[in-house]
């Protein structure tokens, strides 16, 4: 299984940065698996952002965060896509993907993409 992480690399402060994964490999309606989101900011831990679940039906993301997270998924190209909203400096990290399976964790995981917000 592999993901791939697309995207601009610059953004300028109050607009919606939107990052792609492209999953392969396996199919992201497989049953059981919540695609995921994590970033880590410059000098920070790893900071999660969100999921959809596999049926599609489910979408949970970080308290912190939620006001300004959506992840949707397009099927047919077998990717799903994170958008964040009125990003500041703070949004400023290197954005990966991942799947993430009950009991076992985040499986795999995208090699990650470094946004900067930046005016």
């Known amino acids: 299984v592999q993901l791939q992480e697309s995207g601009p690399g610059l953004v300028k402060p109050s607009q919606t940065l939107s990052l792609t994964c492209t999953v392969s490999?396996?199919?992201?309606?497989?049953?059981?698996?919540?695609w995921s989101w994590v970033r880590q900011s410059p000098g920070k831990g790893l900071e999660w952002i969100g999921y959809i679940a596999s049926s599609g039906a489910t979408s949970y993301y970080s308290p912190d965060l939620r006001s300004r997270t959506s992840i949707s998924r397009d099927t047919a190209n077998n990717h799903f896509t994170l958008q964040l909203t009125s990003v500041t400096p703070e949004d400023t990290a290197v954005y990966f993907c991942a799947r993430f399976r009950k009991f076992f964790g985040m499986e795999y995981w995208g090699k990650g993409t470094p946004v900067t917000v930046s005016s």
């Open positions: 490999g396996d199919s992201i309606t497989t049953n059981y698996y919540y």
